[in-house]
Structures are given as structure tokens and as C-alpha cells.
């Protein structure tokens, strides 16, 4: 065998990582796409350190072919030949010769796919207004996917630099992570466009873009900003070269670091399985997360352009400049670009009042989080798949909420302290999680780590119970491990939590702080406490139990309370009546007493259990059901109105739409449908006759009530859109439809190319949790179930089968499907999705008599 004569044999192992012995420093990159033949030729030259002697190199690649690798140093050339080892996305180089320690440059010719699985190098396609098809090639490499278009370490530690140069058709456009140093036009027609050397990065920010784009002219940010788009654009940029240049300085600011690149891009493509990629000075986003009219898109639309600009602009420094060591950390990206996106968007619009919104983001965290499938912040990664399903709501909204109550424990300037000294010491180079709160903890003398450990290391998250000391001069608390299904053998956790406490006695409202680290703790008031609330200010990451006394005494001074801790109060009442912790009556009898409630996001908590009760309650009881959030919601919405006042605050307008789309649709307020009718109908010759918070409400209300005439105006508005925005809203309408053979037409639309790829998973996902077809649509999935597989992203396909927590009929079925039909990048999600399932199927079992007699009341 070939490796007795070698020196060293390269083992590859069962995990796909890497030896470290060989190491790239600098990557020369030449890449020759062919768009109409959906292929691309390349080479590179790398500079590599090899730290013993070897006769094998082994890096990734995957979907390519090499024909040529050889080594070369001081004149000396060394012949290899690749040997793929298809199981672990690797290629072996073996070479003719020992390649002897030190510095050497490896030279590769290869060639490629360019795919339409909108990961690696792959090809998008689009229509412009007269019908013509274009091509545009891009990539996406996060996590595991730069093999798939160049032989490299895909590794996040073996950071390098890399010098770019694309060669490309005339009339297309190039784009890569630094500027363009020069464009020279070949013989035969075609333009090498080489770009500068970038930093040293890892090879998962590496991008480069090809197609018929367009440019903003540069803003002054600090570095110049462009929004790249498609032809006939332009008037869609202004929102996000706004939050933009404002991210850009606000973080630099906050982080004491400049920019790392020479420019930022922010480039909009047409099929994009996520939302957008943090390539370093070349960010990738879908078109509705960066392209909108500002004019007409509703708040909550501008929020997300917004959110998603200010998140991976955060990443430029934290992830792209300081980089985990390995995936596992990954949630020291996504969770710290998580938190700083808010920080952002909350000092550019502190009128949207942004933490009181994460509210929502951290309740979708602790509803995974409360199962018994949930996984830890950081968790092991062993292999390409398990990095690729990493990215999730426990490490994007559980990491940030973890990191705001951090931050609100230590206060803010000491936290900012923390972050700045972290970057500093780390930039351009890789960390694990130890290393952030080794940083905190030195900035702001507190025992961070052993705080911070207790939530990322171990799953889930604690309930605290509550209840008056026996003088009533004290508060006692406890903690244990929160479930929504019983688990008499679950294992003694304790956390470090961070409690907030205000406390109202005669003599006036106190808070306190306690770091409680044991399963029980008491707080002495030292005078009759009157009522307490536990987490105050509605940071922590934990569900509260009161005591029956205290939580009436709380609910009674309900008005009292910051809008946020109101949020936590329903929000906490709603989780422990699915957990079975408290009877669905008495949340019922908490919901009509909030009909005088004016905040947006305590309204959206309630909204949140009302579309969970329309997937329980049979159908006998729909009627009644109905009636109950008509009774709720409309004498709300009718007090405000169709029509916005003069001083109204963009939140209260947005929470018309809300009101407004409960009333028309679980509501079924015939005079609420009406109206919206009329107004859509006025609306055709002066749209501005519509607030545009209010017109997605018309929208689904019209869908709710719509038939087969609506249905296609419905579809032809969303083939027609004129904003990425308005397409989304009427595609998804079309799910939301109540007549069955309609709602046949939006399925076949998920397959028969009417949809793109980045959208039909989650139009299915949509038809999965209509209650009308949901047991329908469940069966034209098995039955397209193969297709589905070839044609989706596979990122999206765990996502599109969170759904079925709504086959509360089919849950045995269910649960044979998936034993029998893997999900690729599903990691822990489809577990998840069936224990979400059979927790719905127990609060049905369990609270189906006493809802019934909730609704009759």
C-alpha cells in the first residue's frame, strides 16, 4: 500500500475534521463561471505551512473535479493525484514525494457545478418585466459549503486571506469581498475582474456574485456602502443604505474597532435559501430582507429590512473579524448578532421600543426550549451536518435573550467594557466560548462564568415558583426545570439566574436584585409586601409561578405594570397552562379581562394562544370559539377605528392591523369582513386610502373570506408585485384561503415552478397549519415527499415540517413517517417538531371539557 512509503499517513476521521499539521495562510483564487452551462472551471495557488513531513494532504471538497494538484518550493515541484473520499466531503492529495516541513504553495485545477440547491456556487435565475430570463451565479458557504466551490480548508479555525479574480461575460458584473483592483478584457471577450487581498477570514465568508447587477453610489459609513441589486431597483434601496450606514458607525462606536474591510456591499439576490449571509464586505440577502419601499411597506416589514442589515453588519466584527474555533461556538456568532442587531435598531428608532418586541423572539426560544428534545447553546458538532444544523431559534433568540439579561445584570457600560476588551484581544483570530466571559468577567469583576455556564452548557431553562413568606414581609423562591410534558425522571438543574424584583409595599415600590444559584432562596422585604413582580423589567430567561394570592394581587394592579412585564405576565400564564400547570379557563377569564389592554405585544401574546386554541377546539365548538375572541378583540379594534388619528405612534397603528386581522379572521366579525371589503375595494384607485399597517390585515382577511374570484386576484397581485413585500404577502394569502378546493390550487403551486425554491417550503409550511387543510396538505406532502427533497433547499425542509404540530388526528402517523424518512439537516428539529405535536395532543386531552365550558360562558 501506498502509505507504507509514507511518512506520515493522514487519518481521517469519523468527524470530518481536518489534520492541523498543514495550514493554509493565503489563498490565490481564479474562478471561471459559465452561467448558460450552469459549470465553473478553477485554480488556485495556496500558501500552506506543513508542520511535519507528510506524503498525504487532506482537505475538503465536495461536487468538483481535480485535475491537477502538485506542491511547489524553491523551484521544486512535487506531482499529486486527488483521491475524494465522498463520506466525509474530503479530498486526499497524495504526492510522489515527501512534501518536508515548512513553507510550500499547492496548486490546484478543478471544476464544478454551479447548483440549484441554493447552497455552495449556484445559479439563480429571474424573469424581468417582458418575460426574458437572466442568470446570476452566487454562493453561499455557511456552514460547510466553500468545498463546493474550491478545494480548501473548511475548516472556521484555518482562517487565511484570499485574493480573488473572476473571470465573467460580458455585460455581467462581479462582485467578491474586497474592492476591484483591476478589469482587463481577454481575447476572447470575456473580463477577468481581480479583486484586493481581503483579511484573514475563514473560508465560510469567502463569496463572489455574478450577474446583471446594479449599484447604489457609495454612502459614507465609515467605508463605502453600496446596495447591489437587479435592474430596475433602485427605488427599493433607500431603506436599507439608511440602517445601513447608521449600523455601520453605531458598531464601530460600540466595539472601539473600525471597519475590517475596504468596502461593504449589500447585495440582493433573487433565490436565497436563508435570510442573508455576513460575507465579509459581499453580504448576500433574500430581496425581502434588504429591498422595500419605505413609503408603502408596513412597520413590521421596515423592522425586519431593519433588523436583518443591522445583524450582519454586527457580524463584520463579531464572527468575521473574531471567528469561533469551531462550530460548536456557533452561537457566539448568531446570538451576539442577535443582541447587537436590537441594540442597533433600538438607538436608531427607540420609538419602536425594539427590547419590548424581543419579548416575542425569546417566548419562540423557551417554547423549544421547554422540551425535553431541546439542546443546549452549545452543543457538540462532530460532523458537516451537525454544523449545518446548528442554526436555530436556541442559538440565534435563547443566545441573545441569555446575552440581554447578561447585559442587564451587569449593566450596560460594564457589558459594552466586556465586548470591546474581547474584540480587541481576539480580532482577526478564533475563540471558543470561555473567552468571552474570561473578558467580561475581567471588564466587570463579576463571576461571569460560572453565571453564564449554567445557561449554555446544559438544556432548557428554570421555572421560578413564588410565594409570600408566612409574615408576608418576604418573598420564598424556587427553581426547577421547566417541561410542557411531565417528566417524573428528569434529573435535578439548577442555574445562575439573575432574578429582578419590584416590590410594592405602603411606604412605595422597591426593586431588588438576587443571583440565586441554589433550588431555593428567600428575599426579606422587611414590611407587608402588598405585590411583587419577578422579573421585573421581563429580561430573564425563565418562566415565573405565582402563588394564587400573588398572582391575583398582580393581576389587580395589572395597570401598574411596564408593558413588557404585562407581556410576561400573559406570555408565562399561557406557557404553564400548556404545561398543564394551570387550567385553560382561567387563562380564558385572564384574556376577556384584557380587553382594554393598548400594547402591541402583550395583544400578539394573545393572538399567539388564540391560533394555538384554533388547532385544538373541534369543530363543533368553532362557533363558540369564535364568539369568545369577537368578544375579546372587536370592541378593541372598534374603539380605534379603520383610520389612524393625528399623533398615533407607529406601534399603535400597527396594532390596528393586529385587532383587526383577529377580529375578520379567528374572530369571524362579519361587520369586521365587511368593512375590510369595502376599504380593499376603495383602496383600488387610491391606495392611500388604506394605512399600510392595515392592509396585510385586509389582506388576510379577504384571503379568510375569499373565493374563487378573490383567489386569482389574489394570485395574479402576487405574480404582478411591484416589491418584494407585497409578493410575499399575497403569495402567503393564498394559504390562507378557507375553501378546500382552493386551497388544492396553492399546494400544486409549491411544485409546479409558480413558486420559488426559497419560498415553497414555507408556503407548505403555511397550507401544514391551516386548519382547514392542514390533514390534506399533510398527505400531498408524503405523497410528493421524494420531489420535495430533490427540488427544496435542504435548510429549509426541517422548517417546512415544523407544520405538522398541527396533526393533532395524525400523530402516530406522523411519528411513522419521520422513522422512515430521514430529514437531511434536520438534527434535533424533527424530534422537536413531534414533541411540540404531542404536546398539543395532551393539552387537547387534557383541557378539551374545561374549554368547552370556557367558550360557552
Known sequence: M?????????????????????????????????????NF?????????????????????????????????????????????????????????????????????????????????????????????????????????????????DEPAFKASYKVTLVIAPGLVATSNAGVESERKLADGRVEVSFRETISMSTYLVAFIVGEFEATAPEDAGTPLRVVHLPGKHGLTGWARQIGAFSLKFFADYYGLPYPGDKLDLIAIPDFASGAMENLGAITFRETALLIDEHKASRSELERVADVVSHENAHMWFGDLVTMRWWNGIWLNEAFATFMEMLAVDAWKPHWRRWESFALSRGSAMAVDGLTSTRSIEYPVRTAEDARAMFDVLTYEKGAAVLRMLEQYLGAQEFRKGIALYLSKHKFGNTETGDLWDALQESSHQPVRRLMDSWIFQPGFPIIEVAKTADGKGLRLSQRRFFYLPQSDAKPQLWHVPVMVRVKTANGSSNHKLLMDEAEAKLEIGEPIEW??????????????????????????????????????????????????????????????????????????????????????????????????????????????????????????QLRGTLANLSGTLGEDRTVQAQAAELYDRSRNNPNA??????????????????????????????????????????????????????RQTMAMTLNGEVRTQNAPYLMHSLLLNPICRYEAWDFMRRNWDTMVEKFPDSALPRMCEGVVALLDRESEVRSFFATHRVRLGGKLIDQHLERLAVAVAFRNRESIRLRNALKE
Open 2 to 38: 501506498h502509505d507504507q512509503d509514507n511518512p506520515t499517513a493522514v487519518e481521517v476521521g469519523a468527524d470530518s475534521r481536518l489534520p492541523a499539521f498543514v495550514r493554509p495562510r493565503r489563498y490565490e483564487l481564479r474562478l471561471e463561471p459559465n452561467l448558460p452551462g450552469a
Open 41 to 153: 472551471v478553477g485554480e488556485e495557488t495556496v500558501e500552506i505551512t506543513v508542520d511535519r513531513a507528510t506524503g498525504d494532504i487532506v482537505l475538503h471538497a465536495l461536487e468538483l473535479e481535480i485535475s491537477e494538484a502538485a506542491v511547489e518550493r524553491d523551484g521544486r515541484r512535487i506531482e499529486g493525484q486527488a483521491e475524494f473520499i465522498p463520506a466525509s466531503e474530503q479530498v486526499r492529495l497524495r504526492f510522489k514525494q515527501t512534501v518536508e516541513t515548512g513553507e510550500w504553495k499547492l496548486h490546484l485545477k478543478f471544476r464544478g457545478i454551479l447548483n440549484d440547491k441554493l447552497h455552495g456556487f449556484y445559479r439563480s435565475q429571474y424573469h424581468d418585466a417582458a418575460g426574458k430570463e437572466h442568470l446570476v451565479a452566487t454562493t453561499q458557504f455557511e456552514a460547510t459549503d466553500a468545498r463546493r466551490a474550491f478545494p480548501c480548508w
Open 532 to 653: 411583587a413582580l419577578v422579573n421585573e423589567g421581563g429580561h430573564g430567561f425563565y418562566r415565573v409561578r405565582y402563588a394564587p394570592e400573588m398572582l391575583s394581587d398582580l393581576s389587580g394592579n395589572f395597570g401598574q405594570l411596564e408593558a413588557t412585564e404585562r407581556f410576561g405576565l400573559v406570555s408565562d400564564t399561557w406557557a404553564i397552562t400548556v404545561a398543564g400547570l394551570k387550567p385553560v379557563d382561567e387563562f380564558i377569564a385572564l384574556a376577556r379581562n384584557l380587553g382594554n389592554e393598548t400594547d402591541l405585544n402583550v395583544w400578539r401574546a394573545l393572538a399567539g394562544a388564540f391560533n394555538y386554541l384554533d388547532l385544538i377546539v373541534e369543530t363543533r365548538e368553532l362557533a363558540a370559539f369564535a364568539a369568545t375572541v369577537r368578544a375579546i378583540t372587536s370592541p378593541a379594534f372598534q374603539r380605534m377605528g379603520w383610520e389612524s388619528k393625528a399623533g398615533e405612534d407607529e406601534l399603535t397603528r
Open 690 to 743: 388604506i394605512d399600510r399597517d392595515v392592509r396585510p390585515a385586509l389582506i388576510a382577511i379577504l384571503a379568510h373570506t375569499g373565493d374563487q374570484a378573490r383567489y386569482e386576484e389574489f394570485k395574479q397581485n402576487f405574480k404582478s408585485a411591484g416589491t418584494p413585500q407585497e409578493e410575499q404577502r399575497y403569495l402567503f394569502a393564498l394559504a390562507g384561503f378557507s375553501r378546500i378546493e382552493l386551497l
